[in-house]
Structures are given as structure tokens and as C-alpha cells.
């Protein structure tokens, strides 16, 4: 019996010794756990107590499993999945702000995070259902539940994620409250962590007052003038020297560990950070997939919603400007990315966006509010632009002069080169085959509007708007001649930009060319003076024979520039109609034969002048191609003339 007695007293022992050295040995996973925190770049309070919990998992999962199982440890992505899972609030907020912070970081631990989350249909849909946690206490959970899903909306599929647009648009409704920066939930702190950083700050005054002393010591006396200690031994003051250099090291040491070992501050939160923007991001990268983009379009009431939220109305009676802005901001980038989809989501997405009738009011609110600035302005021109290309839209919106003003004023008056190429490509789209927008942009009083084309086609410092201004002005040309040739000096601005604009088809490619020759066309068909000053100031020789060979590699019309064989047709008619001159150097080019090809191989694609993706949204309606090309065969079959001769009195 007293073996036995002595065997258990003998085990108590070591269980006690054990635990004491547990102790001792948890006071010192501070260090580590604070090597994390910087490791893994967490910024904070709360950064630092979801390092915490994660190590207390850990902890009990080692003491679980045995020091000697093969799986003693558990990874920060592991512990992060699994939190997703759990019961205990304040686990789930340190798995979701953990699960953002690695997510944040463009690594490849963060790329098999993100696959192995997508690849668990049950994390995904806990992580979306979190969403929806309205609570008090659930609001930092939800907050850094919205960030990491923005980093993962990408690789959804919201048809696998039962009521996901639901619960993502259930961030619309949470209004723009700041988030806490030190949450309840982890109101727990490890005793070792108090202990070591208070020590830290102890022994850092401690050295300080030293040094402060010794510092005291070295001042002169204040009545006799004399140091202090200079009745003291030469060897005295050695030795305080080297105290006082001991001490300055001691500190300094100090001061590198509290550095080392001390938690990053936690960046504020901006407007950016706000549910409601979160999830308009969210809903702006499910949008690049088609089809969420076709599941999005079928949900009832989130286009209006969101076009809801695009409102001024609200923002003029409410103190937080900024925060309804970002709001406003995110909203517009996200119809402005619907409104731009490619195929026949694009269109099923334009017309839903055009069919609410709050639309084009609050765009023209914010074109007209003296406080929008550029980061609104931008998308509201790229969606003004993508409405356009409707029929029906381009008329409505040309029939609101304030959204034609604003237009005007910025593409021909901004300091921003995106903002002003937005603004150009919204006026574009309006000009096509509309009369009266183009009448609307020509009688638009204060600028002058033919000039500043011409100097964008001509001059070097504004070459970055060539095309934009190139397509503006063709459009004015072919819809509203007239009205555009009675502005003072119309003549003479488009006699001048004519050579540039031939000089730069021979180098133009792509979409670039046929907006190039479809502006020389019309051009050319104006006057025929225009054409008959080209000899001394234009390479017509390499025009002509880029002209033809361009015809002939467009037997396949590309839906990128449907219109390419057309336009060039057409400057065919406008030069041999003008300038008889130049049939002959059109014919020994090849461009009969060219000609004929292009009448044999007529094409669908070329029945729009415009296409989104492989679907055309815009038709053609000029001549059919075949005619042009019977009236440019026979303009150049008339007797050719030798290249000095004047223009045709009859064109």
C-alpha cells in the first residue's frame, strides 16, 4: 500500500512540475506569437487577438491529439476554414479577419487559400450567410466577412450559392456606420501578454530615469558654475562615463525590442470600408462572369435597388457627403460594368438599366451638381455612353440638354485626359445616325466647336484624343452638314485637318483606320477643293495603295471594325468623284479587281456598325455595299483624265 502511495505522490508531483513548467513556458509564447502578428503583416488590437485565438486552438489541438501525433499542428488557412464552422462568435471574427489578411496578401499561400475556400461549397456559404448578421455584436464579423468575399466574388458561381444575391444585397441596407476598431468579442486577454509588455514598458522607464539621472549628475551647478562631480576622482568620472555609455545601451536595446515586438497600428477605416460599398464591389466582380452576370439580371429588384442608391436627393440633406459619395461611386461602376457587358447579356442588361425610369435623372443629377467631381463624372459618361447605344436612349438622352452641356464642357474644356476621351466617346455614341444630337452638340452656345475638332486632329499635344474627335466629327458630317458648314470658318478648320487626317491613314491600323477614312470620306465629299490641295501635302500615292490593300485583306469583315470595306469604298467614290486624277492610280493599285472581290463576299457583320461582343447592337443604315460598289466602278470607268487636271464640275 505505501508504494502505491508514494508511486501517486510521485506522479502528483510531476503533474504539478508539469504545469508550472507549462506556465513559465506559455509566458514566453508571447515572442512568437507576436512574430506572427508582424509576420503575416496584422495591423491592431483586434490583429494581434485573432493571432490569439488561433494559438489557443492550436494549443488545445496539440493537447488533444498528443505532442507525438503526426498532425501536432494547426496552419493559419486550416485554422481559418474551420472557424467558419464554429459555434463561438469570437472564433468566427478571428477566422474572418485572419481569412482577409491572408487573403490581402498576393502570394501563393494566398492563391490555395482562396481554392481551397471556393472548393468547400459549405465555407463559401457560410462565409456569404454571414452576410446577413445584422446584430450589434455581429458587426465587425460581417464587416471582414464582405472584405474577404470581395477578394473571392471573382471565382463565385452564384447559382451554387443558394440566396447569394440576396444576402449580398442585404449590405445595401446597412447604411454607412463606421466599424468598431476594437471589438467586445474579444474581451479576453492572455495574462502573459500583460505581464511581458508591461515589463517591457517598466524596464524602458526604468533606463529611462537612469539615464536621466545620470544626465542630472553631468549638468554644471547652477550657483558655483563648476561640474558637479569635478571634485570627484579623474577615475570616478571614467567609470560614470562608463556607466552612463552602459545605460544609453541597455536603452537602446530596449527600445529595439519594444520596436520588434510591439503591434502595428491599425490603418482607420475608410468610406470604402462600408457595407454598402462592399457589396457593390462584391456584385462588380460576379458581374465579369456571364453567368452571374444572366443570374444577376434575372433577380427581382437588384438593378433597381442598385440604380436606387445613385442619388443625390439624399446626399444634399445629410452631413456624411463623403460617405453617400462612395456610395454613389461604387454604385455607378457597377451599372457602368452591367451596361458594358459584352453579347446578349449586354443587351438584356442595357435595356433593364434603361427601363428604369430614375436612371437618367439621377445621371443627369450628378452631371449637374456643382460637387460631383471626376470620380463620378467618368462612369456616368461610360454608362451614358453604353445607354447610347440604343435607339431609343440615344434620343431621350440627347433631348436633356443638361447631360449635352455637361458633355461638351468636359470633353473640350477638362484638364483629365480620361475624363474628356469618357466624355468624347458618350458624344460619339449619341451622334450615331441621330439628326437632332447632332444638331443639339452644333448649336451648344460658347464653344467653337469645329476648331477645337480640327486642332485635336492636327496637333501633336492633343494626339490622344485624335480618334475620339475623328468619329465626333464624322458623325456631324454625314447627320448634320449643313448646320455644321454655316459655323464661321467650318471651311477653312476642315480644309486644314483633311491632310493630317489623310497623313495618318497610312500609318492608322484596326478600328483606328476605319474611323480615319470614314472622316476623310466625308470630308472629301464636302468640296472638292479639299481634295485637290492634297497633292502638295499629302502622300496620295501611299494613300491609295493602302487603300487598296486594306480592301483587300478585309474579305472577312472583323465585328472590331465591321465598317472597314464600306468606308473605304466610299473614299474611293469621294476621290475618283472629285479629283478624276487619281482614277488612274486607283486602277493600275488594283482597286477594280478589289472592288469586285469585295461585291462577291457580302457578310452579315457588315449590316452593323457596331457590335458588343459577337451580337451587333447598332445597324448600318447606309447604301448597301454592293451599290457602292457599282457607283465607284463606274465613277472610275469614265476616260481618266492626266493628273494635272482640275476637279469635276459635276460632283
Given at each position: 500500500?505505501?508504494?502505491?502511495?508514494?508511486?501517486?505522490?510521485?506522479?502528483?508531483?510531476?503533474?504539478?512540475?508539469?504545469?508550472?513548467?507549462?506556465?513559465?513556458?506559455?509566458?514566453?509564447?508571447?515572442?512568437?506569437?507576436?512574430?506572427?502578428?508582424?509576420?503575416?503583416?496584422?495591423?491592431?488590437?483586434?490583429?494581434?487577438?485573432?493571432?490569439?485565438?488561433?494559438?489557443?486552438?492550436?494549443?488545445?489541438?496539440?493537447?488533444?491529439?498528443?505532442?507525438?501525433?503526426?498532425?501536432?499542428?494547426?496552419?493559419?488557412?486550416?485554422?481559418?476554414?474551420?472557424?467558419?464552422?464554429?459555434?463561438?462568435?469570437?472564433?468566427?471574427?478571428?477566422?474572418?479577419?485572419?481569412?482577409?489578411?491572408?487573403?490581402?496578401?498576393?502570394?501563393n499561400s494566398s492563391e490555395k487559400l482562396k481554392s481551397r475556400i471556393i472548393s468547400s461549397e459549405k465555407s463559401v456559404s457560410k462565409l456569404i450567410g454571414m452576410l446577413r448578421w445584422s446584430h450589434v455584436q455581429d458587426r465587425d464579423i460581417r464587416l471582414f466577412a464582405a472584405r474577404a468575399t470581395t477578394k473571392l466574388?471573382?471565382?463565385?458561381?452564384?447559382?451554387?450559392?443558394?440566396?447569394?444575391?440576396?444576402?449580398?444585397?442585404?449590405?445595401?441596407?446597412?447604411?454607412?456606420?463606421?466599424?468598431?476598431?476594437?471589438?467586445?468579442?474579444?474581451?479576453?486577454?492572455?495574462?502573459?501578454?500583460?505581464?511581458?509588455?508591461?515589463?517591457?514598458?517598466?524596464?524602458?522607464?526604468?533606463?529611462?530615469?537612469?539615464?536621466?539621472?545620470?544626465?542630472?549628475?553631468?549638468?554644471?551647478?547652477?550657483?558655483?558654475?563648476?561640474?558637479?562631480?569635478?571634485?570627484?576622482?579623474?577615475?570616478?568620472?571614467?567609470?560614470?562615463?562608463?556607466?552612463?555609455?552602459?545605460?544609453?545601451?541597455?536603452?537602446?536595446?530596449?527600445?529595439?525590442?519594444?520596436?520588434?515586438?510591439?503591434?502595428?497600428?491599425?490603418?482607420?477605416?475608410?468610406?470604402?470600408?462600408?457595407?454598402?460599398?462592399?457589396?457593390?464591389?462584391?456584385?462588380?466582380?460576379?458581374?465579369?462572369?456571364?453567368?452571374?452576370?444572366?443570374?444577376?439580371?434575372?433577380?427581382?429588384?437588384?438593378?433597381?435597388?442598385?440604380?436606387?442608391?445613385?442619388?443625390?436627393?439624399?446626399?444634399?440633406?445629410?452631413?456624411?457627403?463623403?460617405?453617400?459619395?462612395?456610395?454613389?461611386?461604387?454604385?455607378?461602376?457597377?451599372?457602368?460594368?452591367?451596361?458594358?457587358?459584352?453579347?446578349?447579356?449586354?443587351?438584356?442588361?442595357?435595356?433593364?438599366?434603361?427601363?428604369?425610369?430614375?436612371?437618367?435623372?439621377?445621371?443627369a443629377s450628378i452631371l449637374e451638381d456643382n460637387r460631383s467631381s471626376p470620380e463620378v463624372w467618368k462612369p456616368t459618361m461610360g454608362i451614358i455612353a453604353m445607354l447610347a447605344l440604343d435607339e431609343d436612349a440615344r434620343r431621350e438622352i440627347g433631348s436633356t440638354q443638361v447631360i449635352i452641356g455637361k458633355l461638351i464642357?468636359?470633353?473640350?474644356?477638362?484638364?483629365?485626359?480620361?475624363?474628356?476621351?469618357?466624355?468624347?466617346?458618350?458624344?460619339?455614341?449619341?451622334?450615331?445616325?441621330?439628326?437632332?444630337?447632332?444638331?443639339?452638340?452644333?448649336?451648344?452656345?460658347?464653344?467653337?466647336?469645329?476648331?477645337?475638332?480640327?486642332?485635336?486632329?492636327?496637333k501633336d499635344e492633343y494626339r490622344i484624343y485624335i480618334y475620339v474627335a475623328a468619329r465626333l466629327l464624322q458623325n456631324l458630317c454625314a447627320h448634320s452638314r449643313d448646320k455644321l458648314m454655316s459655323h464661321t470658318g467650318a471651311s477653312e478648320h476642315l480644309r486644314s485637318a483633311l491632310p493630317a487626317v489623310m497623313e495618318?491613314?497610312?500609318?492608322?491600323?484596326?478600328?483606328?483606320?476605319?474611323?480615319?477614312?470614314?472622316?476623310?470620306?466625308?470630308?472629301?465629299?464636302?468640296?472638292?477643293?479639299?481634295?485637290?490641295?492634297?497633292?502638295?501635302?499629302?502622300?496620295?500615292?501611299?494613300?491609295?495603295?493602302?487603300?487598296?490593300?486594306?480592301?483587300?485583306?478585309?474579305?472577312?469583315?472583323?465585328?472590331?471594325?465591321?465598317?472597314?470595306?464600306?468606308?473605304?469604298?466610299?473614299?474611293?467614290?469621294?476621290?475618283?468623284?472629285?479629283?478624276?486624277?487619281?482614277?488612274?492610280?486607283?486602277?493600275?493599285?488594283?482597286?477594280?479587281?478589289?472592288?469586285?472581290?469585295?461585291?462577291?463576299?457580302?457578310?452579315?457583320?457588315?449590316?452593323?456598325?457596331?457590335?458588343?461582343?459577337?451580337?451587333?447592337?447598332?445597324?448600318?443604315?447606309?447604301?448597301?455595299?454592293?451599290?457602292?460598289?457599282?457607283?465607284?466602278?463606274?465613277?472610275?470607268?469614265?476616260?481618266?483624265?492626266?493628273?494635272?487636271?482640275?476637279?469635276?464640275?459635276?460632283?
Amino acid at each position: 500500500m505505501v508504494p502505491s502511495i508514494e508511486v501517486f505522490y510521485v506522479l502528483t508531483i510531476c503533474q504539478g512540475s508539469l504545469y508550472i513548467m507549462a506556465s513559465i513556458l506559455g509566458f514566453f509564447s508571447f515572442f512568437p506569437r507576436r512574430s506572427l502578428v508582424r509576420e503575416f503583416k496584422f495591423c491592431g488590437l483586434r490583429g494581434a487577438k485573432a493571432i490569439d485565438v488561433y494559438y489557443q486552438r492550436a494549443y488545445m489541438t496539440c493537447m488533444e491529439t498528443g505532442l507525438l501525433a503526426s498532425r501536432r499542428t494547426v496552419s493559419l488557412a486550416s485554422f481559418t476554414v474551420e472557424s467558419l464552422r464554429s459555434m463561438s462568435s469570437r472564433v468566427q471574427l478571428a477566422g474572418v479577419l485572419i481569412l482577409d489578411n491572408l487573403l490581402s496578401q498576393e502570394t501563393n499561400s494566398s492563391e490555395k487559400l482562396k481554392s481551397r475556400i471556393i472548393s468547400s461549397e459549405k465555407s463559401v456559404s457560410k462565409l456569404i450567410g454571414m452576410l446577413r448578421w445584422s446584430h450589434v455584436q455581429d458587426r465587425d464579423i460581417r464587416l471582414f466577412a464582405a472584405r474577404a468575399t470581395t477578394k473571392l466574388a471573382g471565382s463565385i458561381k452564384i447559382a451554387e450559392i443558394p440566396a447569394m444575391l440576396k444576402l449580398v444585397s442585404s449590405l445595401f441596407d446597412a447604411g454607412n456606420q463606421p466599424a468598431r476598431h476594437e471589438d467586445s468579442l474579444f474581451h479576453a486577454q492572455v495574462t502573459a501578454d500583460r505581464v511581458t509588455a508591461a515589463g517591457l514598458v517598466i524596464a524602458e522607464n526604468v533606463v529611462a530615469n537612469q539615464s536621466m539621472v545620470q544626465e542630472y549628475v553631468a549638468q554644471p551647478d547652477s550657483r558655483t558654475g563648476e561640474n558637479a562631480g569635478s571634485s570627484q576622482p579623474r577615475d570616478g568620472q571614467h567609470r560614470e562615463s562608463n556607466k552612463n555609455r552602459g545605460c544609453s545601451w541597455v536603452r537602446r536595446c530596449w527600445q529595439g525590442m519594444k520596436e520588434k515586438w510591439s503591434i502595428p497600428e491599425e490603418p482607420p477605416l475608410t468610406h470604402q470600408d462600408s457595407l454598402p460599398v462592399l457589396g457593390m464591389v462584391i456584385l462588380e466582380k460576379l458581374v465579369c462572369d456571364l453567368d452571374n452576370c444572366a443570374e444577376m439580371l434575372k433577380a427581382t429588384d437588384l438593378i433597381s435597388k442598385i440604380i436606387g442608391l445613385i442619388s443625390y436627393t439624399t446626399c444634399n440633406k445629410s452631413n456624411n457627403y463623403e460617405g453617400h459619395n462612395a456610395v454613389i461611386c461604387s454604385s455607378l461602376h457597377l451599372v457602368r460594368r452591367l451596361a458594358g457587358t459584352d453579347g446578349k447579356n449586354g443587351v438584356t442588361a442595357r435595356r433593364k438599366l434603361w427601363e428604369s425610369p430614375l436612371l437618367l435623372d439621377n445621371l443627369a443629377s450628378i452631371l449637374e451638381d456643382n460637387r460631383s467631381s471626376p470620380e463620378v463624372w467618368k462612369p456616368t459618361m461610360g454608362i451614358i455612353a453604353m445607354l447610347a447605344l440604343d435607339e431609343d436612349a440615344r434620343r431621350e438622352i440627347g433631348s436633356t440638354q443638361v447631360i449635352i452641356g455637361k458633355l461638351i464642357h468636359t470633353f473640350l474644356g477638362s484638364n483629365d485626359q480620361s475624363l474628356r476621351i469618357a466624355a468624347g466617346e458618350a458624344l460619339t455614341n449619341l451622334t450615331m445616325d441621330n439628326t437632332a444630337n447632332c444638331s443639339a452638340i452644333l448649336e451648344e452656345p460658347g464653344y467653337e466647336l469645329v476648331k477645337d475638332l480640327k486642332d485635336m486632329l492636327c496637333k501633336d499635344e492633343y494626339r490622344i484624343y485624335i480618334y475620339v474627335a475623328a468619329r465626333l466629327l464624322q458623325n456631324l458630317c454625314a447627320h448634320s452638314r449643313d448646320k455644321l458648314m454655316s459655323h464661321t470658318g467650318a471651311s477653312e478648320h476642315l480644309r486644314s485637318a483633311l491632310p493630317a487626317v489623310m497623313e495618318n491613314i497610312v500609318s492608322a491600323e484596326g478600328k483606328q483606320l476605319e474611323t480615319l477614312i470614314g472622316l476623310a470620306s466625308q470630308i472629301c465629299s464636302i468640296s472638292e477643293c479639299f481634295v485637290f490641295e492634297l497633292d502638295s501635302q499629302t502622300d496620295i500615292a501611299g494613300l491609295v495603295k493602302k487603300l487598296v490593300s486594306t480592301l483587300n485583306s478585309n474579305r472577312k469583315p472583323s465585328p472590331e471594325y465591321p465598317r472597314m470595306r464600306r468606308v473605304i469604298i466610299e473614299l474611293v467614290i469621294s476621290l475618283a468623284r472629285s479629283y478624276p486624277g487619281y482614277r488612274t492610280m486607283l486602277i493600275e493599285e488594283g482597286v477594280m479587281e478589289a472592288l469586285s472581290k469585295a461585291a462577291r463576299t457580302p457578310s452579315k457583320v457588315e449590316k452593323y456598325r457596331v457590335f458588343s461582343g459577337d451580337v451587333g447592337v447598332v445597324a448600318e443604315c447606309g447604301i448597301p455595299l454592293r451599290n457602292l460598289v457599282e457607283r465607284a466602278k463606274e465613277l472610275i470607268g469614265f476616260a481618266t483624265p492626266a493628273p494635272g487636271a482640275q476637279p469635276d464640275d459635276h460632283a
